[in-house]
């Protein structure tokens, strides 16, 4: 079975640019997870979605960064005018239901020039 | 401020030796898990392990959790060049939102 599918893997962007991240979760998997994960430190989350609901995006800068999971299978993530501070890796996740084993992507690497 | 955190930014070890990967956390939790990230890869899942339960075993892991204290340790036994990766333990508080809660991470090398 698929895991967890993220593209692009890379993108290279201008400050001002904006970019969407894809993610398509592991099939019937009802939780997915968006993280931003900083060069050097752990993974922390932005957002996550209970089938298409948010559940919580308290840690979504609201201004420029968006997630929808419009029928509750896939997911995009999107940055409206990239800053330098964006730059990390973001990493899907999905999981069925809470405290269950989380499944991660191997994420996509922004570069903010 | 981070609510998790690995104690060490990195160790090295050679092939077949032992090596434990401690954790300290800042509040109370429902549950701790480990993950494992190597290079270019997402984090991957070793142990979950309760706030009811002080150790859990997965092959050639060993995890322990100390409520009291509010630490957490992760034992690798006969470690191999593969288990060359970032440690990270992550949390889950008992109150408020459901998040995991990441600690920095250890890197671990593990030499011929």
């Known amino acids: 079975e698929a895991g967890v599918t993220q593209s692009p893997r890379y993108a290279v962007l201008q400050e001002g640019q904006a970019v969407s991240f894809w993610c398509d979760p592991i099939?019937?998997?009802?939780?997915l997870y968006w993280y931003q994960q900083p060069r050097d430190q752990g993974p922390q989350l932005l957002v996550y979605?209970?089938?298409?609901?948010?559940?919580?995006n308290s840690q979504l800068p609201s201004d420029r960064f968006s997630a929808v999971r419009p029928k509750g299978t896939n997911s995009t993530l999107k940055i409206q005018s990239a800053k330098q501070g964006d730059t990390a890796t973001y990493l899907c996740?999905?999981?069925?239901?809470?405290?269950?084993?989380?499944?991660f992507g191997k994420g996509t690497r922004l570069t903010v020039v | 401020s981070q609510l998790a955190e690995e104690n060490l930014w990195a160790l090295s070890v050679h092939e077949g030796e032992s090596v434990t990967v401690n954790c300290s956390y800042k509040?109370?939790?429902?549950?701790l898990q480990w993950y494992r990230q190597k290079s270019g890869e997402g984090p991957a899942q070793l142990i979950l392990i309760r706030s009811n339960e002080r150790e859990k075993r997965n092959g050639r892991l060993r995890a322990t959790l100390d409520t009291s204290s509010q630490s957490s340790s992760l034992s690798i036994t006969a470690t191999r060049c593969e288990d060359t990766a970032v440690y990270f333990c992550?949390?889950?508080?008992?109150?408020?939102?459901?998040?995991?809660?990441f600690g920095s991470g250890t890197q671990l090398t593990v030499m011929p």
């Open positions: 979605f209970r089938d298409e609901a948010v559940i919580d």
């Open positions: 509040t109370s939790i429902t549950a």
């Open positions: 992550a949390t889950v508080a008992s109150s408020g939102s459901w998040q995991l809660i």
């Open positions: 099939s019937g998997h009802d939780t």
């Open positions: 996740a999905s999981s069925l239901g809470l405290n269950t084993e989380v499944f």
